[in-house]
């Protein structure tokens, strides 16, 4: 019980990420999910997809109003990561085997390495958040300026969503700053729906995949959003970026922590 509600309060400063820094946040989604809720991790992505999505949804029509989401860059970055997501929630995971090799007696399963590859994977994010400082410009490049990198930065993104239901802000918010060299706060807002179009497409793909409990589903859910308002309205009052560095390290600490435990069931042979 005392678990559970350490996730919901998890699933709060997930909203909250998303609604302050539009990155970071559904990072969380995962390990919260596996850890705190016992939903195995395949479901857990499932489950990630929709939290997410509907948060990102949120933040994404607060945003609009306030002329932070630019629609021809959501397009271009949406249509190629949208394909990815498709492609592997359709048709790669499915056929994904339970175990995927073997170390002496001991059977390597795709859970344990989702969740090995989800610990350096916030690993990075968090490297990204502390190390890399967002260009603020009043630039805003139509969808003609998006470049090579961007692509890739498009193209990992769906892979990042599709395999692990995450968001993949992190990776969106470095590309928009970085290469398409918008302020904060429109790359902020057009993160979140690059997002939500992702998950979107993602937990439908999911369709009949897994028992849904969705009374927990629900009320984690709506702690998000609740989360995401409240980060939406403190994004007035503080620093983004020293937000960012903090939540960074958080991040970085969880992902150590996650790939020691997975790292046991090596050491335990």
């Given at each position: 019980?005392?678990?559970?509600?350490?996730?919901?309060?998890?699933?709060?400063?997930?909203?909250?990420?998303?609604?302050?820094?539009?990155?970071?946040?559904?990072?969380?989604?995962?390990?919260?999910?596996?850890?705190?809720?016992?939903?195995?991790?395949?479901?857990?992505?499932?489950?990630?997809?929709?939290?997410?999505?509907?948060?990102?949804?949120?933040?994404?029509?607060?945003?609009?109003?306030?002329?932070?989401?630019?629609?021809?860059?959501?397009?271009?970055?949406?249509?190629?990561?949208?394909?990815?997501?498709?492609?592997?929630?359709?048709?790669?995971?499915?056929?994904?085997?339970?175990?995927?090799?073997?170390?002496?007696?001991?059977?390597?399963?795709?859970?344990?390495?989702?969740?090995?590859?989800?610990?350096?994977?916030?690993?990075?994010?968090?490297?990204?958040?502390?190390?890399?400082?967002?260009?603020?410009?009043?630039?805003d490049l139509k969808p003609s300026g998006a470049n090579g990198r961007s692509v890739i930065a498009a193209f990992s993104v769906g892979t990042v969503t599709g395999l692990l239901g995450a968001g993949g802000g992190?990776?969106?918010?470095?590309?928009?700053?970085?290469?398409?060299?918008?302020?904060?706060?429109?790359?902020?807002?057009?993160?979140?729906?690059?997002?939500?179009?992702?998950?979107?497409i993602g937990f439908f793909s999911d369709t009949g995949r897994g028992q849904i409990n969705w009374v927990l589903l629900s009320g984690v859910t709506l702690t998000a959003l609740v989360g995401c308002i409240a980060?939406?309205?403190?994004?007035?009052?503080?620093?983004?970026?020293?937000?960012?560095?903090?939540?960074?390290?958080?991040?970085?600490?969880?992902?150590?922590?996650?790939?020691?435990?997975?790292?046991?069931?090596?050491?335990?042979?």
């Amino acid at each position: 019980m005392v678990l559970e509600l350490a996730g919901f309060v998890a699933c709060a400063l997930i909203g909250i990420s998303l609604g302050l820094i539009g990155a970071g946040g559904s990072i969380l989604t995962m390990p919260v999910l596996v850890f705190m809720f016992n939903i195995p991790p395949i479901l857990a992505t499932t489950y990630s997809l929709f939290i997410v999505g509907v948060t990102s949804l949120l933040g994404t029509a607060m945003k609009f109003r306030k002329g932070d989401v630019l629609p021809g860059i959501v397009l271009s970055f949406g249509i190629l990561s949208m394909l990815v997501v498709l492609l592997i929630r359709r048709f790669l995971l499915p056929v994904v085997p339970p175990v995927l090799f073997h170390i002496g007696a001991r059977a390597m399963t795709y859970n344990w390495l989702s969740m090995v590859v989800f610990a350096l994977l916030m690993m990075l994010a968090a490297w990204l958040m502390i190390r890399r400082k967002d260009i603020a410009t009043d630039t805003d490049l139509k969808p003609s300026g998006a470049n090579g990198r961007s692509v890739i930065a498009a193209f990992s993104v769906g892979t990042v969503t599709g395999l692990l239901g995450a968001g993949g802000g992190f990776i969106l918010i470095p590309a928009l700053t970085l290469q398409l060299r918008l302020n904060m706060k429109k790359a902020v807002g057009t993160s979140l729906a690059v997002i939500f179009l992702n998950c979107l497409i993602g937990f439908f793909s999911d369709t009949g995949r897994g028992q849904i409990n969705w009374v927990l589903l629900s009320g984690v859910t709506l702690t998000a959003l609740v989360g995401c308002i409240a980060g939406t309205s403190l994004s007035r009052h503080i620093q983004a970026d020293r937000l960012k560095i903090g939540f960074g390290w958080f991040i970085l600490i969880l992902g150590i922590f996650i790939l020691l435990k997975q790292g046991s069931l090596i050491t335990n042979l």
